[in-house]
């Protein structure tokens, strides 16, 4: 797995079994995602299909482009499809729509979903596996799922969401409307939310953890990475030789992380 953005500004990663390689979300310019494939050693023609999260524009910005470039079939729910489908036109025979919890095959991998709460059509987090090992994906969402939950449990590597310290957001600038949309069930995990999920995911059996969707505005990489350590290390993993933690860069490419 690699991130080729992470952050409020954009999102976008891939996931790959050396044969099979799939976009997760397309939340910058196409320019940049071709430009980070060929970083990983992977040209955009060989994508398998793009799993898209929901509709937002930081997850979905570089589609539309990326789809005039490449032959590529779009994987979402169908309030997330429809959703694209109104703004751009020309994309309704690519996609391949599924409900929360379902499950299909992308060559050799099989793709499962799971529902999040976001103030979107109909959001929904990712877990891939090859049958031996096992990625989640799960950002983008006010508060952790139950159906989400059962998703990640025993998941090798978690992408897990940190997009906020509290006490930045309160003392920050954005007006009330948007701190309370954020703090919703709706919204954001917060950092302290997002180390509950690892926490809990270490003991389920994650042992790789990357901090993912950090906001530029009410968040830093070391104050995510604390607050991820403290509460690892608060249900007894050692940090470094039960779990490796790390940070999705916001604007690079993150390398290949094993999962």
Known sequence: MATLASGSSGNCAVVSDGKVHILLDAGI??????QGLRELG???GQLAGILLTHEHSDH??????LC???????????????????RTAGLEDRFRVFDPGEAFALGDLIVGSFATSHDCACPVGYVVTDGRRRLALCTDTGKVTAQAARAIRGSDLLIGEFNYDLDMLRAGSYPASLKERILGDQGHLSNEMGGKLAAWAVEQGTR?????????????PETARKA???????VGARIGKDVSVSVAPRSENSGWLEV
């Open 60 to 65: 979905v910005g570089g589609l539309a482009v």
């Open 228 to 234: 991820a350590h403290q509460a690892i290390e608060g």
């Open 68 to 86: 005039r470039q490449l032959n590529v079939e779009l994987y979402a729910t169908p309030g997330t499809a429809r959703q694209i489908c109104y």
């Open 42 to 44: 992977l040209e955009g």
């Open 208 to 220: 790789r953890v990357v901090l993912a969707h950090l906001s530029k505005e009410n968040n830093d």
């Open 29 to 34: 310019s196409a320019r940049r995602i071709l």
